[in-house]
């Protein structure tokens, strides 16, 4: 690793700290229950539609922002996705009403695949000897974000802002973060000028149902925490019996939960084979989730809460990442825009369909999902060494 970079590094890994906010803003129960009032609807869970939306526009760029990752460069990639955020905040803090949140929330997508297709290849890059790691960081700092957010809106509450004023804000710093970048030194990526079309590198890879079977990952690890994000402070209120002043103290149970995660299995990554975790990490999830739905109480959703958040977003999104990095190294760009792409496919139609549901009815699809990735997870490890293998006489 040179040490040149860490600063650009550092640059990125903070990208994702306002990521971790643009992310789970429209998940809070004041933040829903503000945008409602200034929209002038009455349902909270239009907002689970609007970041829905989210999913929709990384489904949309997706396919052009990892092949322009490849070709274009890094820094390119991420000034995109800069511009994107920024329009993003502003226009969620400002949207008159649901249609412009939902244009202001496609872009955000948009800007979720530039970050995301440069952001895991260059850290890859940057620090090439453990990219396990390296894109374990990028949710360390989206955790780090997130288990600040009660601190934040409290801050807006006790100064009497309203609780928009955190997108304004967010806007604000990544657009400092974006002109940094611009000056910032990038690696130069292996394949950097060599890319072609996104079809076409397909074309070039050698698929087989295990790489599918990773890639479907994507989407039942982003479900699990998605649908526990969205819609677990909802639940904890009208079936748990949390009162609403309290309601908001998950998000830092579940953060903390991820905060743990990313500490204990960035060293275990060091010394067990990181496709293993893809396995163990769901079936907890499984586990906490069905003691969710029986229990109902304001302790096993506090309980949840920190289970969910280190076993369902402590990184297993970024560890399939990382691990199909590992089997495609020519095309890195490319192939994570296809774990992303299943990922912005769950984010839509998963959120889509869980804002017409009840609470309840919402876990019960979360543990369907869940089980479904255990089980796409113990069929990888089982042919994991074939995978490997082919990887390495392609290289």
């Not at 819609?231 to 103290?249: L, R």
Request: proline share 3%; with cysteine.
């Amino acid at each position: 690793m040179n040490k040149k970079y860490l600063p650009s590094a550092f640059i990125l890994y903070m990208n994702y700290f306002i990521h971790g906010i643009g992310c789970s803003i429209l998940s809070q129960q004041v933040v829903k229950e503000t945008l409602i009032v200034q929209w002038g609807v009455d349902d909270v869970m239009r907002v689970t539609a609007i970041a829905a939306a989210l999913g929709l526009g990384r489904l949309i760029s997706l396919p052009f922002a990892g092949p322009l990752s490849d070709k274009l460069g890094r820094r390119i990639s991420v000034l995109i996705g800069v511009a994107s955020y920024v329009i993003f905040f502003v226009g969620i803090a400002f949207s008159p009403n649901v249609q412009v949140a939902y244009v202001a929330a496609v872009l955000g997508g948009i800007a979720n695949s530039f970050l995301d297709t440069a952001t895991y290849p260059a850290v890859a890059e940057i620090l090439y000897k453990y990219t396990g790691i390296a894109t374990m960081g990028i949710k360390l700092f989206i955790s780090v974000s997130q288990l600040l957010m009660p601190f934040f809106l409290g801050l807006a509450a006790g100064t009497k802002m309203s609780y928009l004023t955190l997108a304004i804000v967010a806007g604000i710093v990544i657009a400092v973060l974006g002109v940094l970048a611009v000056f910032a030194p990038f690696p130069a990526s292996s394949q950097s000028g060599k890319s072609e079309s996104f079809l076409n590198n397909l074309k070039n890879a050698h698929f087989s149902l295990e790489s599918g079977a990773l890639i479907l990952i994507g989407f039942t690890s982003t479900a699990t925490f998605q649908l526990w994000l969205n819609c677990a402070q909802t639940f904890g209120k009208e079936i748990a019996g949390i009162p609403s002043e309290s309601v908001s103290v998950m998000q830092t149970y579940y953060s903390a939960g991820t905060l743990a995660a990313l500490f204990v299995t960035s060293a275990l990554i060091t010394r067990f084979k990181q496709v293993r975790f893809l396995v163990i990490y769901p079936a907890v999830s499984v586990v906490m989730l069905v003691l969710v739905y029986l229990v109902k109480s304001p302790l096993i959703c506090y309980v949840g809460a920190f289970v969910i958040g280190y076993s369902a977003a402590g990184g297993v999104l970024q560890m399939a990442t990382a691990t199909v990095n590992d089997l495609f190294p020519k095309i890195k760009g490319t192939i994570t825009s296809l774990v992303m792409i299943a990922s912005s496919l769950c984010n839509y139609t998963i959120l889509s369909a869980a804002s017409k549901m009840t609470a309840m009815n919402v876990i019960v699809m979360n543990i369907v999902i869940t089980v479904i990735g255990v089980a796409l997870a113990l069929f990888v490890n089982m042919r994991y060494g074939i995978l490997l293998k082919n990887a390495e006489e392609s290289r």
